[in-house]
Protein backbone atom coordinates (compact mmCIF):
# COMPACT_ATOMS: atom_id res chain seq x y z
CA UNK A 1 0.00 0.00 0.00
CA UNK A 2 1.80 3.16 -1.06
CA UNK A 3 1.21 5.99 1.53
CA UNK A 4 0.47 9.93 0.56
CA UNK A 5 0.45 12.31 3.11
CA UNK A 6 -2.07 15.47 2.21
CA UNK A 7 -2.20 17.62 5.22
CA UNK A 8 -0.11 17.18 8.44
CA UNK A 9 -1.06 14.87 10.95
CA UNK A 10 -1.04 15.79 14.75
CA UNK A 11 -0.25 13.42 16.90
CA UNK A 12 -3.79 11.20 17.89
CA UNK A 13 -5.49 12.85 20.37
CA UNK A 14 -7.33 11.31 23.41
CA UNK A 15 -4.45 8.03 23.01
CA UNK A 16 -5.63 6.38 25.40
CA UNK A 17 -8.82 6.82 25.74
CA UNK A 18 -9.87 5.62 22.19
CA UNK A 19 -7.07 2.48 21.42
CA UNK A 20 -9.09 0.51 24.09
CA UNK A 21 -12.87 0.76 23.17
CA UNK A 22 -14.24 -1.99 23.13
CA UNK A 23 -14.73 -3.79 19.65
CA UNK A 24 -18.73 -4.48 21.03
CA UNK A 25 -19.14 -0.44 21.87
CA UNK A 26 -20.79 1.30 18.05
CA UNK A 27 -18.83 3.09 16.22
CA UNK A 28 -19.69 5.39 12.80
CA UNK A 29 -17.07 4.68 10.33
CA UNK A 30 -18.72 6.77 8.03
CA UNK A 31 -19.85 9.81 10.11
CA UNK A 32 -18.15 13.11 9.12
CA UNK A 33 -14.28 13.53 10.77
CA UNK A 34 -14.11 15.43 14.28
CA UNK A 35 -12.33 18.77 13.90
CA UNK A 36 -9.34 17.30 16.00
CA UNK A 37 -8.76 14.56 13.22
CA UNK A 38 -7.29 15.60 9.61
CA UNK A 39 -8.79 13.48 6.63
CA UNK A 40 -5.62 11.37 5.61
CA UNK A 41 -5.43 10.29 1.94
CA UNK A 42 -4.11 6.93 0.96
CA UNK A 43 -3.15 4.78 -2.30
CA UNK A 44 -3.52 1.33 -2.64
CA UNK A 45 -0.46 -0.60 -3.93
CA UNK A 46 -3.34 -2.90 -5.67
CA UNK A 47 -5.95 -1.72 -8.55
CA UNK A 48 -9.50 -2.73 -8.15
CA UNK A 49 -10.10 -4.77 -11.32
CA UNK A 50 -14.10 -4.73 -12.27
CA UNK A 51 -15.99 -6.71 -14.53
CA UNK A 52 -19.23 -5.02 -16.49
CA UNK A 53 -18.06 -1.87 -14.12
CA UNK A 54 -16.03 0.91 -13.47
CA UNK A 55 -14.17 0.27 -10.52
CA UNK A 56 -13.69 2.86 -7.93
CA UNK A 57 -10.72 4.63 -7.22
CA UNK A 58 -7.88 4.05 -5.73
CA UNK A 59 -7.47 7.07 -3.49
CA UNK A 60 -9.44 6.68 -0.29
CA UNK A 61 -10.14 9.22 2.62
CA UNK A 62 -9.57 7.96 5.86
CA UNK A 63 -9.00 9.02 9.88
CA UNK A 64 -6.75 8.56 12.06
CA UNK A 65 -9.65 7.19 14.67
CA UNK A 66 -10.39 4.75 12.07
CA UNK A 67 -6.72 3.78 11.21
CA UNK A 68 -6.79 3.25 15.42
CA UNK A 69 -10.11 1.38 14.77
CA UNK A 70 -8.85 -0.97 12.54
CA UNK A 71 -5.80 -2.01 14.32
CA UNK A 72 -7.64 -2.33 17.77
CA UNK A 73 -10.28 -4.38 15.93
CA UNK A 74 -7.85 -6.63 13.86
CA UNK A 75 -5.49 -7.79 16.63
CA UNK A 76 -8.45 -8.29 18.63
CA UNK A 77 -10.08 -10.80 16.25
CA UNK A 78 -6.90 -12.16 15.47
CA UNK A 79 -5.90 -12.89 19.33
CA UNK A 80 -9.46 -14.28 20.17
CA UNK A 81 -8.42 -16.54 17.14
CA UNK A 82 -5.41 -17.65 18.23
CA UNK A 83 -6.91 -18.32 21.83
CA UNK A 84 -9.78 -20.51 20.29
CA UNK A 85 -6.72 -22.22 18.62
CA UNK A 86 -5.71 -23.28 22.59
CA UNK A 87 -9.02 -23.67 23.74
CA UNK A 88 -9.70 -26.53 21.12
CA UNK A 89 -6.68 -28.05 21.55
CA UNK A 90 -7.20 -28.36 25.60
CA UNK A 91 -10.68 -29.64 24.56
CA UNK A 92 -12.89 -27.11 25.80
CA UNK A 93 -13.87 -26.38 22.32
CA UNK A 94 -15.55 -29.16 20.52
CA UNK A 95 -16.73 -29.87 17.32
CA UNK A 96 -16.01 -28.04 14.04
CA UNK A 97 -14.11 -24.76 14.48
CA UNK A 98 -12.78 -22.79 11.65
CA UNK A 99 -10.69 -20.01 12.51
CA UNK A 100 -10.30 -16.34 10.57
CA UNK A 101 -6.70 -15.18 11.46
CA UNK A 102 -5.14 -13.69 8.31
CA UNK A 103 -8.63 -12.50 6.81
CA UNK A 104 -9.24 -9.68 9.31
CA UNK A 105 -9.34 -7.31 7.02
CA UNK A 106 -12.58 -8.06 5.31
CA UNK A 107 -14.27 -7.74 8.37
CA UNK A 108 -13.28 -4.56 9.56
CA UNK A 109 -12.73 -2.81 6.23
CA UNK A 110 -16.85 -3.95 5.23
CA UNK A 111 -18.24 -2.73 8.83
CA UNK A 112 -16.53 0.54 7.93
CA UNK A 113 -18.55 0.90 4.86
CA UNK A 114 -21.67 -0.28 6.49
CA UNK A 115 -24.35 0.32 9.03
CA UNK A 116 -25.96 -2.05 11.22
CA UNK A 117 -29.02 -1.74 9.55
CA UNK A 118 -27.44 -3.57 6.74
CA UNK A 119 -27.29 -7.36 6.73
CA UNK A 120 -24.61 -10.06 6.86
CA UNK A 121 -24.61 -13.32 6.10
CA UNK A 122 -22.19 -15.95 6.10
CA UNK A 123 -20.61 -19.27 6.59
CA UNK A 124 -18.64 -21.30 9.27
CA UNK A 125 -15.70 -19.35 9.25
CA UNK A 126 -17.59 -16.90 11.22
CA UNK A 127 -15.98 -15.87 14.48
CA UNK A 128 -14.83 -12.54 13.84
CA UNK A 129 -18.22 -11.10 11.55
CA UNK A 130 -19.94 -11.83 14.72
CA UNK A 131 -17.58 -9.79 16.86
CA UNK A 132 -17.30 -6.70 13.79
CA UNK A 133 -21.49 -7.01 14.27
CA UNK A 134 -21.44 -5.94 17.64
CA UNK A 135 -21.07 -8.89 19.02
CA UNK A 136 -18.99 -9.80 22.89
CA UNK A 137 -15.85 -11.37 23.78
CA UNK A 138 -17.90 -13.51 26.29
CA UNK A 139 -20.80 -14.48 24.11
CA UNK A 140 -18.11 -15.62 21.39
CA UNK A 141 -16.02 -17.94 24.01
CA UNK A 142 -19.55 -19.11 25.79
CA UNK A 143 -20.73 -19.81 22.25
CA UNK A 144 -17.32 -21.77 21.43
CA UNK A 145 -17.42 -23.62 24.65
CA UNK A 146 -20.98 -24.43 24.29
CA UNK A 147 -22.35 -22.48 27.52
CA UNK A 148 -25.67 -20.81 28.43
CA UNK A 149 -24.17 -17.35 27.95
CA UNK A 150 -23.26 -17.90 24.25
CA UNK A 151 -25.08 -15.61 21.59
CA UNK A 152 -26.66 -19.11 20.34
CA UNK A 153 -27.11 -20.03 24.18
CA UNK A 154 -24.39 -22.57 23.52
CA UNK A 155 -26.88 -24.49 21.15
CA UNK A 156 -24.95 -23.70 17.87
CA UNK A 157 -21.25 -23.54 18.98
CA UNK A 158 -18.40 -22.22 16.18
CA UNK A 159 -20.24 -22.39 13.62
CA UNK A 160 -23.73 -21.19 14.43
CA UNK A 161 -23.11 -17.27 15.69
CA UNK A 162 -26.04 -15.31 15.67
CA UNK A 163 -27.45 -11.39 16.40
CA UNK A 164 -30.07 -11.04 14.21
CA UNK A 165 -30.67 -7.30 16.18
CA UNK A 166 -27.38 -6.10 14.83
CA UNK A 167 -28.35 -7.79 10.90
CA UNK A 168 -26.09 -10.64 11.35
CA UNK A 169 -27.93 -13.99 10.48
CA UNK A 170 -25.45 -16.44 11.17
CA UNK A 171 -22.63 -18.92 10.47
CA UNK A 172 -24.18 -21.72 8.30
CA UNK A 173 -22.83 -24.80 8.07
CA UNK A 174 -24.29 -26.23 4.87
CA UNK A 175 -21.57 -25.31 2.14
CA UNK A 176 -23.22 -22.38 0.22
CA UNK A 177 -26.39 -22.71 1.49
CA UNK A 178 -25.84 -18.94 3.11
CA UNK A 179 -25.96 -17.57 -0.63
CA UNK A 180 -29.62 -18.23 -1.14
CA UNK A 181 -30.43 -16.92 2.56
CA UNK A 182 -28.82 -13.86 1.83
CA UNK A 183 -30.64 -13.26 -1.42
CA UNK A 184 -33.76 -13.62 0.38
CA UNK A 185 -32.90 -11.17 2.89
CA UNK A 186 -32.27 -8.39 -0.22
CA UNK A 187 -35.67 -9.49 -1.34
CA UNK A 188 -37.22 -8.39 2.34
CA UNK A 189 -34.94 -5.37 1.77
CA UNK A 190 -36.38 -4.33 -1.24
CA UNK A 191 -39.95 -5.04 -0.67
CA UNK A 192 -39.91 -2.96 2.69
CA UNK A 193 -37.93 0.20 1.14
CA UNK A 194 -35.46 0.80 3.55
CA UNK A 195 -32.68 1.22 1.31
CA UNK A 196 -30.33 -1.27 3.08
CA UNK A 197 -28.17 -4.42 1.12
CA UNK A 198 -27.22 -7.70 2.49
CA UNK A 199 -24.12 -9.00 2.16
CA UNK A 200 -23.64 -12.83 1.43
CA UNK A 201 -20.02 -14.11 1.94
CA UNK A 202 -18.98 -17.58 0.64
CA UNK A 203 -15.53 -19.15 0.07
CA UNK A 204 -13.74 -20.14 -3.35
CA UNK A 205 -14.68 -23.76 -2.12
CA UNK A 206 -18.59 -22.84 -1.95
CA UNK A 207 -17.83 -20.85 -5.26
CA UNK A 208 -19.00 -24.00 -7.51
CA UNK A 209 -22.39 -24.84 -5.85
CA UNK A 210 -25.48 -24.49 -7.89
CA UNK A 211 -27.08 -22.49 -5.43
CA UNK A 212 -24.93 -19.50 -5.49
CA UNK A 213 -25.80 -19.55 -9.32
CA UNK A 214 -29.63 -19.81 -9.29
CA UNK A 215 -29.56 -17.17 -6.46
CA UNK A 216 -27.62 -14.80 -8.52
CA UNK A 217 -29.79 -15.24 -11.27
CA UNK A 218 -33.30 -14.75 -9.37
CA UNK A 219 -31.30 -11.78 -7.49
CA UNK A 220 -30.28 -10.35 -10.97
CA UNK A 221 -33.86 -10.97 -12.51
CA UNK A 222 -35.41 -8.84 -9.39
CA UNK A 223 -32.68 -6.26 -8.98
CA UNK A 224 -32.09 -7.48 -5.48
CA UNK A 225 -30.12 -5.45 -3.43
CA UNK A 226 -27.74 -8.15 -3.02
CA UNK A 227 -23.67 -8.45 -2.90
CA UNK A 228 -22.47 -11.17 -2.73
CA UNK A 229 -18.63 -11.49 -1.36
CA UNK A 230 -16.49 -14.00 -2.45
CA UNK A 231 -13.42 -14.23 0.54
CA UNK A 232 -11.00 -16.27 -1.45
CA UNK A 233 -8.32 -17.65 0.78
CA UNK A 234 -7.21 -20.03 -2.69
CA UNK A 235 -7.43 -23.26 -0.66
CA UNK A 236 -11.58 -25.25 -0.63
CA UNK A 237 -10.47 -27.09 2.48
CA UNK A 238 -6.74 -28.53 1.02
CA UNK A 239 -7.75 -28.21 -2.61
CA UNK A 240 -5.96 -25.11 -3.95
CA UNK A 241 -8.02 -23.17 -6.41
CA UNK A 242 -6.79 -23.81 -9.64
CA UNK A 243 -7.46 -27.69 -9.00
CA UNK A 244 -11.29 -26.78 -8.58
CA UNK A 245 -11.74 -23.94 -10.92
CA UNK A 246 -11.24 -23.75 -14.64
CA UNK A 247 -12.47 -19.78 -14.17
CA UNK A 248 -11.04 -19.05 -10.71
CA UNK A 249 -11.53 -15.26 -11.71
CA UNK A 250 -14.46 -15.31 -9.34
CA UNK A 251 -15.58 -11.67 -10.17
CA UNK A 252 -16.58 -12.67 -13.03
CA UNK A 253 -18.46 -16.00 -12.38
CA UNK A 254 -21.76 -13.68 -12.33
CA UNK A 255 -21.08 -13.42 -16.01
CA UNK A 256 -24.77 -10.69 -16.45
CA UNK A 257 -24.06 -9.33 -13.05
CA UNK A 258 -21.07 -7.22 -12.61
CA UNK A 259 -18.00 -7.93 -10.14
CA UNK A 260 -15.28 -6.67 -8.68
CA UNK A 261 -11.84 -8.05 -7.75
CA UNK A 262 -10.44 -6.67 -4.17
CA UNK A 263 -7.22 -7.08 -2.34
CA UNK A 264 -9.05 -8.41 0.97
CA UNK A 265 -5.68 -8.03 2.93
CA UNK A 266 -6.02 -4.68 2.92
CA UNK A 267 -8.87 -3.29 5.24
CA UNK A 268 -9.12 0.36 3.25
CA UNK A 269 -9.40 -1.08 -0.32
CA UNK A 270 -12.25 -3.27 1.22
CA UNK A 271 -14.09 -0.44 2.87
CA UNK A 272 -13.86 1.58 -0.77
CA UNK A 273 -15.09 -1.55 -2.44
CA UNK A 274 -17.87 -2.52 0.59
CA UNK A 275 -19.15 1.56 -0.33
CA UNK A 276 -19.15 0.92 -3.87
CA UNK A 277 -20.66 -2.27 -3.91
CA UNK A 278 -23.70 -1.09 -1.59
CA UNK A 279 -24.26 2.40 -3.98
CA UNK A 280 -24.31 0.28 -6.71
CA UNK A 281 -26.98 -2.54 -4.99
CA UNK A 282 -29.28 -0.45 -4.27
CA UNK A 283 -29.35 1.15 -8.04
CA UNK A 284 -28.75 -1.66 -10.07
CA UNK A 285 -28.99 -4.52 -8.44
CA UNK A 286 -26.34 -7.39 -7.16
CA UNK A 287 -23.15 -7.27 -7.41
CA UNK A 288 -20.04 -10.06 -6.95
CA UNK A 289 -17.02 -8.76 -4.80
CA UNK A 290 -14.09 -10.94 -4.76
CA UNK A 291 -11.65 -10.85 -1.55
CA UNK A 292 -8.26 -11.73 -2.52
CA UNK A 293 -7.25 -12.70 1.39
CA UNK A 294 -5.59 -15.56 2.87
CA UNK A 295 -5.96 -17.59 6.54
CA UNK A 296 -2.97 -18.77 8.21
CA UNK A 297 -4.41 -21.65 10.03
CA UNK A 298 -5.86 -25.03 8.67
CA UNK A 299 -9.19 -25.30 7.15
CA UNK A 300 -10.75 -26.37 10.31
CA UNK A 301 -9.02 -27.51 13.69
CA UNK A 302 -8.59 -31.00 11.94
CA UNK A 303 -6.37 -29.33 9.54
CA UNK A 304 -2.85 -28.46 9.99
CA UNK A 305 -2.61 -26.64 7.03
CA UNK A 306 0.34 -28.05 5.90
CA UNK A 307 0.18 -30.62 3.42
CA UNK A 308 -1.33 -28.98 0.62
CA UNK A 309 1.09 -25.61 1.03
CA UNK A 310 4.73 -24.61 2.22
CA UNK A 311 5.67 -23.31 5.09
CA UNK A 312 7.40 -20.58 3.21
CA UNK A 313 4.27 -19.44 1.44
CA UNK A 314 2.35 -18.73 4.94
CA UNK A 315 5.52 -16.75 6.31
CA UNK A 316 5.75 -14.73 3.15
CA UNK A 317 1.84 -13.65 3.06
CA UNK A 318 2.60 -12.87 6.88
CA UNK A 319 5.31 -10.80 6.04
CA UNK A 320 4.20 -8.78 2.77
CA UNK A 321 0.41 -8.78 2.84
CA UNK A 322 -0.33 -9.38 6.87
CA UNK A 323 -3.54 -6.83 7.18
CA UNK A 324 -2.66 -5.57 10.52
CA UNK A 325 1.05 -4.76 9.64
CA UNK A 326 0.24 -3.13 6.95
CA UNK A 327 -2.39 -0.34 9.30
CA UNK A 328 0.72 -0.16 11.60
CA UNK A 329 2.90 0.92 8.63
CA UNK A 330 -0.01 3.17 8.23
CA UNK A 331 -0.06 4.52 11.86
CA UNK A 332 3.73 4.98 11.92
CA UNK A 333 4.34 6.46 8.88
CA UNK A 334 1.76 9.01 9.83
CA UNK A 335 2.54 9.29 13.07
CA UNK A 336 -1.01 8.93 14.77
CA UNK A 337 0.91 6.59 17.25
CA UNK A 338 4.62 5.16 18.77
CA UNK A 339 5.63 1.90 18.32
CA UNK A 340 5.38 1.49 22.19
CA UNK A 341 1.51 2.73 21.74
CA UNK A 342 0.25 -0.24 19.43
CA UNK A 343 2.32 -2.77 22.27
CA UNK A 344 -0.09 -1.48 24.80
CA UNK A 345 -3.08 -2.08 22.57
CA UNK A 346 -2.10 -5.51 22.06
CA UNK A 347 -1.27 -6.40 25.21
CA UNK A 348 -4.83 -4.83 26.46
CA UNK A 349 -6.56 -6.52 24.01
CA UNK A 350 -4.48 -10.12 25.41
CA UNK A 351 -5.92 -9.04 28.64
CA UNK A 352 -9.77 -8.98 27.41
CA UNK A 353 -9.66 -12.07 26.01
CA UNK A 354 -8.14 -13.28 28.73
CA UNK A 355 -10.60 -12.14 31.30
CA UNK A 356 -13.51 -12.57 28.39
CA UNK A 357 -12.49 -16.79 28.91
CA UNK A 358 -12.28 -17.03 32.65
CA UNK A 359 -15.72 -15.81 32.22
CA UNK A 360 -17.23 -17.72 29.98
CA UNK A 361 -16.10 -20.82 31.74
CA UNK A 362 -17.81 -19.86 34.67
CA UNK A 363 -20.82 -19.54 32.62
CA UNK A 364 -23.30 -22.69 32.66
CA UNK A 365 -23.46 -25.17 30.81
CA UNK A 366 -27.62 -25.22 29.15
CA UNK A 367 -30.20 -27.02 30.73
CA UNK A 368 -31.21 -30.36 28.85
CA UNK A 369 -34.47 -29.06 28.37
CA UNK A 370 -32.77 -26.53 25.63
CA UNK A 371 -32.48 -29.22 23.14
CA UNK A 372 -36.36 -28.73 22.71
CA UNK A 373 -36.45 -24.83 22.73
CA UNK A 374 -35.89 -22.39 19.14
CA UNK A 375 -37.33 -25.50 17.05
CA UNK A 376 -41.00 -24.37 16.68
CA UNK A 377 -43.41 -21.36 16.94
CA UNK A 378 -43.55 -20.91 20.80
CA UNK A 379 -46.38 -23.11 21.82
CA UNK A 380 -46.33 -25.63 18.62
CA UNK A 381 -44.62 -28.42 18.05
CA UNK A 382 -43.46 -31.57 20.07
CA UNK A 383 -42.48 -31.04 24.24
CA UNK A 384 -40.72 -33.52 26.22
CA UNK A 385 -41.91 -34.42 29.52
CA UNK A 386 -41.68 -36.78 32.51
CA UNK A 387 -38.88 -37.90 35.21
CA UNK A 388 -36.76 -38.87 32.58
CA UNK A 389 -37.92 -36.58 29.50
CA UNK A 390 -38.83 -40.07 27.42
CA UNK A 391 -42.42 -38.97 27.21
CA UNK A 392 -43.56 -36.49 24.12
CA UNK A 393 -46.65 -34.56 23.93
CA UNK A 394 -47.56 -32.90 20.41
CA UNK A 395 -49.39 -29.91 20.11
CA UNK A 396 -50.78 -29.28 16.52
CA UNK A 397 -51.91 -26.12 15.39
Request: glycine share 8%; aromatic share 8%; charged share 25%.
Amino acid sequence: MALKRLTSSPSFPSLPNLLFKSLSTPRSFSSASTEDEKILTIETSVPFTGHKCDPPSRTIDTTPKELMGFFHDMALMRRMEIAADSLYKAKLIRGFCHLYDGQEAVAVGMEAAITKKDSIITAYRDHCIYLGRGGTLLEAFSELMGRRAGCSKGKGGSMHFYKKESGFYGGHGIVGAQIPLGCGIAFAQKYSKDETVTFALYGDGAANQGQLFEALNIAALWDLPAILVCENNHYGMGTAEWRAAKSPSYYKRGDYVPGLKVDGMDALAVKQACKFAKEHALKNGPIILEMDTYRYHGHSMSDPGSTYRTRDEISGVRQERDPIERVRKLILAHDLATASDLKDIEKEVRKQVDEAIAQAKESPMPDPSELFTNVYVKGYGVESFGADRKEVRAVLP
